[in-house]
C-alpha cells in the first residue's frame, strides 16, 4: 500500500505534465515580445537612409520613430530587462546629441562620432533582443 501512493502521484504528474505545457505552447507570448519586433523595422530604416535624398528631416523621422519604439518596449519590458533597456536608451540619446551637432556642424568628426553612435545603439539593441527573445 505504501507504493501505491508514489506510484498514484507519478501518474497524475504524468498526466498533468503534458496538459501544462499544451497551455504553455498556446499561450500569448509576453506584450515585450511584439514591442521587441517592431524595432528592427525601424532600426533598418535608419541604417537604410539615404541622406542625400531624404536629408535630415529624414534621418530625424528616423531616429524618432526608433524612440518611439524604444519608449514602448520600455513601457512593457523595463521591469524584467532595466539594464538593456537603459542601455539602448542610453545609446538612443546619445545618437540624437551626436545627430544634432553633425547637423550644426558637419565636419568629418562630428559625423564620424554619429555613425560611432548608430553602432553604439545597434550593439545594446542586439543585447537587449537577444536576452529578450530568451523570454518570447
Known amino acids: 500500500m505504501s507504493s501505491a501512493g508514489p506510484v498514484a502521484a507519478v501518474v497524475v504528474w504524468l498526466a498533468l505534465v503534458p496538459a501544462g505545457l499544451a497551455a504553455c505552447a498556446n499561450a500569448q507570448p509576453p506584450a515585450f515580445c511584439q514591442d521587441l519586433d517592431q524595432l528592427p523595422s525601424s532600426m533598418q530604416a535608419l541604417k537604410q537612409t539615404d541622406v542625400k535624398a531624404e536629408g535630415i528631416d529624414g ?50 568628426a562630428n559625423v564620424s562620432a554619429a555613425r ?5 545603439l545597434k550593439n545594446a539593441f542586439l543585447d537587449l533582443q537577444a536576452t529578450i527573445q530568451a523570454s518570447c
Open 59 to 108: 534621418v530625424r523621422t528616423k531616429l524618432q520613430a526608433i524612440a518611439q519604439d524604444i519608449d514602448q518596449l520600455s513601457a512593457t519590458a523595463k521591469q524584467q530587462f532595466a539594464p538593456q533597456i537603459t542601455e539602448v536608451e542610453k545609446q538612443g540619446g546619445e545618437l540624437k546629441t551626436t545627430v544634432d551637432a553633425a547637423v550644426k556642424d558637419p565636419s568629418e
Open 116 to 120: 560611432r553612435d548608430v553602432g553604439e
